[in-house]
């Protein structure tokens, strides 16, 4: 089986779906994330490419960590998804899809309510489009003339923040130290909630 993420930024899989993921690896799946984002934008500080380079090592220790590949890094500018042309990301997920024919793609919901971030907006919607249109062969036409052919996910997985709409549950009590490990291999953003969090209470 193959299982492929199509998250925000870099440690965005890790927090939402960390503990599935590193239990869908540890089952036998190859497990692949591909990431919107340079994450160039989650900090306090001011030196963006610097955090655009650690973010990418820090996603691939994660990966590791998860059990999963190398991740995908599509490299668009944090925080600025909202402001592509229109249907980029759409035909960059089709392309990833159709490419790597996963049998089930975890993103987040995109009809989760109070998502305040433009760039989860955005990859929910881009995903949502791939994933339920990425079977159809007159949909983005020009794949086919690539070689890349039609391909139907079977299993979708989408994660949010209201329990209260969870319609599944998946059992991580095996892999949530994995997780949490996965988490920690993110510490320019675990250091950044923290000292972000501070900041809004001092405020």
Known sequence: QTVLA?????DDAEFAAGG???RFAREG???LIAIATDGGAGSLHHDREALVRLRAAEAGRAAAVLGAQAPILLGHRDSELDLLPAGV?????????RRHRPDLVVA???????????DHRAVAW?????????????FLPQHLQEGLQPHFVVDKYWYGGDPARANRVVDIGATIEVKIAAIAAHR?????LVEDLALQARL
Do not use: G, K, W, Y
């Not at 199509?6 to 870099?10: D, G, T």
């Not at 990301?89 to 899809?97: A, N, P, V, W």
């Not at 987040?108 to 433009?118: I, Q, R």
């Not at 320019?188 to 950044?192: D, I, L, N």
């Open 89 to 97: 990301l759409r035909e960059q997920f089709t392309r990833l899809i």
């Open 29 to 31: 799946a190859r497990v």
């Open 20 to 22: 599935t993921l590193a």
């Open 188 to 192: 320019s953003q675990v250091e950044f």
């Open 126 to 138: 881009a995903a949502s489009d791939a994933v339920h249109f990425a079977h159809l062969p007159l």
């Open 6 to 10: 199509l998250v925000p930024h870099p």
């Open 108 to 118: 987040e919901d995109p009809l989760a309510p109070h998502e305040v971030h433009p």
